[in-house]
């Protein structure tokens, strides 16, 4: 199944941060996110974590690249879209505020859109 079969992105910052990835890293993000479908989403303490959030469906994906590790923020949409939030680089430990809460406000503009992959912003 291609990509852009099973996922969606919300926003222009995180289609940059993608086209940002070389081959294999897109590569990579892509097989997480086969595996998240797979495993609808539930976190595993490892690669994929829950974020605090209202409703508990707000997760991150930690990508390592390089030195850097980075957290893709996403949720798992009604129809098993896996909508694509935000991109931030983890420094130090635990998730900021900041960054939790602007993955909380993607993931609300997106379900207002009604998770429609359609009017977001679309796939590589």
Same mark, same amino acid.
């Not at 990509?3 to 086209?19: G, I, K, P, T």
């Not at 990835?21 to 595993?44: K, R, S, T, Y």
């Given at each position: 199944?291609?990509?852009? %079969?099973?996922?969606?992105? $919300? $926003? ?13 890293? *897109?590569? =990579?993000? &892509? &097989? *997480? ?13 490892? =690669? ?8 508990? @469906? ?7 690249? $390089? ?6 923020? *996403? @949720?798992? $949409? ?9 991109? @931030? ?22 379900? =207002?859109?009604?998770? %429609? ?8």
């Amino acid at each position: 199944m291609a990509l852009r %079969d099973d996922w969606a992105l $919300s $926003s222009a910052e995180v289609e940059r941060w993608l086209n940002d990835l070389n081959d294999d890293e *897109f590569a =990579a993000v &892509g &097989g *997480f996110i086969q595996w998240m479908l797979a495993h609808d989403g539930v976190p595993d303490g490892r =690669a994929i974590v829950a974020l605090p959030g209202d409703d508990g @469906y707000l997760r991150a994906l930690l990508v390592p690249r $390089s030195d850097e590790t980075w957290a893709l923020t *996403f @949720y798992v $949409s009604e129809a098993r879209w896996v909508i694509l939030l935000t991109a @931030y680089e983890l420094v130090g430990e635990g998730h900021p505020e900041e960054q939790v809460l602007r993955a909380m406000g993607a993931m609300e503009r997106a379900k =207002a859109a009604g998770d %429609d992959p359609s009017v977001l912003v679309p796939g590589r």
